[in-house]
Every structure is written in C-alpha cells, then in structure tokens.
C-alpha cells in the first residue's frame, strides 16, 4: 500500500471525543508520520468522499495514537477537519477485529462516504489482528 510518496504535511485533523483521540493526519504511512498522527491508506482520497481510510499506530500507552479506538463504540462521532477547515462527521457502524490480510475493508463501496480507521488490536510489536472501525458519513459543513 505504501507505492506513492508520503509527505510529511499535515492534511487535516481526525478527532473522536468518545475517546479522547485528536491527532493530525499525514499522507501516506511513512513510520515518522504514523509516530505523529494518522496516515491515508490509499493514493488520492478526499474526505468526504468514497472509503477515506486511515491508519495508526497501537502503542503500548492506551491514551497516545490510535491506541483509544479499542474503547470506541457503533455511534460514536468520528470528525474530519481538512486544511480549509471543513468538517466532515462519520457516525461509527461497525467495530471488528480482523487479519492483517483482510486489506478488502479500505476499498471503495460504491459510491457510498465512509471512513475506515485501522490499528493493531494490540500495543504488542507482533501483533496480527487489526481493529476495524467503519463510520458513514452523516454530514459536513
């Protein structure tokens, strides 16, 4: 997943308060990033459109990272705040531990708006499994 060049620009902001994650996100998922923040998945997304994924690092703080998304419940809000300051709310549908390999979760479904957020199930170096959670958008402004 990691073909195109990443770039160490802040994009945009990903933030849960259920939670208590607020982190920057980064284009790509070049390690220096993901020690910062949250990185896209794939080439080309736009918020707000198709299946936004992200992805980040589990550490072994559960309050620092993506680390917090073990705690994260189906209708808590995810927000999307670009650089102009635009903000797109996902409501999450779906929570589910998956394979490493199951990378089908981050394409596109249709035309439908969903945000995609990936970390390790554990704060574990070995760790296989991913915590998925899958949000639809439910408005911007």
């Not at 284009?27 to 896209?40: P, Q, R, S, V």
Request: hydrophobic share 35%; glycine share 8%.
């Amino acid at each position: 997943l990691k073909a195109w060049q990443s770039n160490t620009t802040e994009i945009g902001k990903v933030t849960i308060p259920s939670v208590q994650i607020k982190l920057p996100i980064y284009y790509g998922l070049d390690n220096e990033n993901l020690l910062k923040g949250a990185g896209t998945m794939k080439p080309h997304e736009q918020m707000g459109k198709g299946n936004y994924a992200l992805a980040g690092h589990h550490m072994e703080d559960p309050h620092i990272l993506f680390s917090p998304l073990q705690h994260a419940k189906v209708g808590d809000a995810i927000y999307l705040t670009n650089r102009s300051k635009k903000v797109y709310v996902y409501r999450i549908t779906k929570k589910k531990v998956i394979s490493k390999y199951q990378i089908g979760y981050i394409k596109n479904i249709g035309k439908k708006r969903v945000i995609t957020l990936i970390t390790c199930a554990s704060g574990k170096p070995e760790e296989s499994n991913r915590i998925m959670i899958r949000g639809v958008l439910s408005s911007s402004n």
